[in-house]
């Protein structure tokens, strides 16, 4: 029976849409039904697949309660692409926080107002974006693992196609593994531990010969990872984006969400003038995040943001998106932000800008917090502070239990290595399904689902090999640990079968 009869091809598309497994789809709200809490709720779901930072809460609360600037023009409509005040503050945090590299000898290239777009949320900016670059059943390149939303964001409405490249290296060098691969091997760590993340061109242009490629999404710091990208291999992909006169996207969402920077062991640094030491306000919680380290021998790369690389000089092909929701945790605020020198790019956003408005309050409130220089230096390190501190927390929780881990140096999370645990569940019926490798994977997720703990199954973040989990470790101490107790649970009672 044909339940959207009435209902247009773009919606039946969308209702009809396949999806890995219902469960994934509604665990985390799920789990906010029956939240654990404990005082009064230890056998609540503990989710840890959201990535929410509530660490820093208290350092914005009085700053988000009472706004000096509200005014009746908030109750008005706001200008095309956000408040002009609100965008200078924008252009303000850009160019003194985020970006490092100063154009001294053409003011030109100074972040302008004019060329950034604000909305409500970098959810709608992402789609709009794949829309303006790409026609349906075009091709967005994204080193994976990736961020799965990024699918939906490309494909859901206007039939953009994504394709992962892969950027896993594992110490056993197998070059040959991929989604496809259907052996059982995978179960059995047949690549060794990953040791990097690389942006490979040669993988780039055997899917450019292949596939109509109009963008290139680059997410640096890496979600799912938190892996920071080496600076000399943005460069030479920004290069070979202008090469091919292909659109270059750098989501830069967790810029200021970095926790583990400038180590003396340990680290690469492949910033060409060495300008790392720009950051040398060391602290106590990061070096005991190096000093620890993880099961691996994953590098510590300094960030620079893609206006860093290009010298200020973005150009046609080379474009910024980011938002509020990560570095500030304000992801209920929907306030996203586009920055680009590309003038017929910026036309076209602001001639759509009235379909993702950015709310006045919103802007209001962002203009309070950016403008006070002090408390904004004050609140950024102390988040990055916090954010160490709970990391350290986490790889330790993770070590005291015996779970493999991946070192993460930014964001909200890690990745688990839960691999070593998939060849001790029962084998399923299905044996014959292109997927299976990653059948196992999601069979193991829910185990951890039953024992009401939730975190990310690589399948949707296009991990090349199953077993690798992201966690979110941005809550309070006591759910980081009860969770990490749950998944232990399940990980060693399987390890310890016979």
């Not at 709608?124 to 026609?135: A, K, Q, R, S």
């Not at 994504?162 to 989604?179: D, F, P, T």
């Not at 109009?214 to 460069?235: A, D, E, R, W």
Request: proline share 4%; with cysteine; glycine share 4%.
């Amino acid at each position: 029976m044909d339940n959207y009869k009435s209902f247009s091809k773009n919606a039946k598309k969308i209702l009809n849409t396949p999806i890995c497994n219902n469960k994934m789809q509604t665990a985390h709200y799920t789990a906010m039904e029956n939240l654990f809490c404990p005082e009064t709720n230890k056998d609540g779901y503990i989710s840890l697949g959201i990535a929410e930072n509530v660490l820093s809460f208290d350092v914005l609360k009085d700053k988000l309660s009472v706004d000096p600037n509200f005014c009746q023009r908030l109750t008005q409509y706001s200008d095309m692409g956000g408040f002009r005040d609100c965008r200078e503050s924008i252009a303000n945090l850009l160019q003194n926080h985020l970006f490092k590299y100063k154009p001294l000898s053409n003011p030109e290239l100074l972040v302008n107002y004019k060329q950034i777009i604000l909305a409500n949320g970098a959810t709608p900016l992402l789609e709009n974006i794949f829309n303006m670059f790409c026609d349906q059943d075009e091709v967005a390149l994204i080193p994976s693992p990736m961020f799965p939303n990024f699918i939906p964001f490309a494909g859901q409405r206007f039939g953009v196609k994504i394709i992962g490249v892969k950027s896993e290296v594992y110490s056993n060098n197998n070059n040959n593994n991929n989604n496809n691969n259907n052996e059982n091997d995978n179960n059995n760590n047949n690549n060794g531990k990953i040791i990097d993340f690389e942006l490979n061109l040669e993988e780039f242009e055997k899917q450019y010969q292949l596939h109509p490629v109009k963008l290139v999404v680059l997410c640096n710091p890496n979600n799912p990872t938190g892996y920071i990208f080496s600076k000399k291999q943005i460069k030479q992909l920004v290069d070979w984006c202008r090469e091919k006169k292909v659109h270059l996207l750098s989501d830069e969402i967790y810029a200021l969400s970095i926790f583990n920077r400038n180590y003396c062991s340990g680290t690469r640094e492949d910033n060409e003038n060495n300008n790392g030491n720009n950051n040398n306000n060391d602290n106590d919680n990061d070096n005991e995040v190096e000093k620890d380290g993880a099961n691996n021998q994953i590098p510590t790369n300094t960030f620079s943001s893609i206006y860093d690389i290009c010298k200020g000089d973005m150009g046609e092909y080379v474009h910024l998106v980011s938002s509020f929701s990560k570095d500030f945790g304000l992801n209920g605020f929907r306030a996203g932000y586009f920055y680009s020198q590309n003038k017929d790019v910026l036309r076209y956003l602001i001639s759509t800008s009235n379909y993702y408005s950015c709310s006045n309050i919103v802007q209001s409130a962002l203009i309070n917090i950016i403008e006070d220089k002090k408390y904004l230096c004050s609140f950024i390190k102390e988040n990055q502070k916090r954010l160490a501190s709970s990391y350290n927390f986490a790889i330790k929780t993770l070590e005291h239990f015996n779970i493999p881990y991946l070192k993460s140096s930014a964001g909200l999370f890690l990745t688990i290595d839960l691999r070593k645990c998939l060849n001790k569940l029962p084998e399923l019926k299905e044996n014959n399904n292109n997927d299976c490798p990653f059948k196992k994977e999601i069979q193991l997720w829910e185990l951890l689902f039953d024992n009401r703990v939730i975190v990310n199954p690589g399948k949707l973040c296009y991990f090349s090999e199953p077993g690798f989990y992201r966690l979110i470790f941005t809550l309070p101490n006591e759910f980081v640990y009860n969770g990490i107790e749950r998944i232990s649970k399940v990980y060693n009672q399987l390890l310890n079968s016979k």
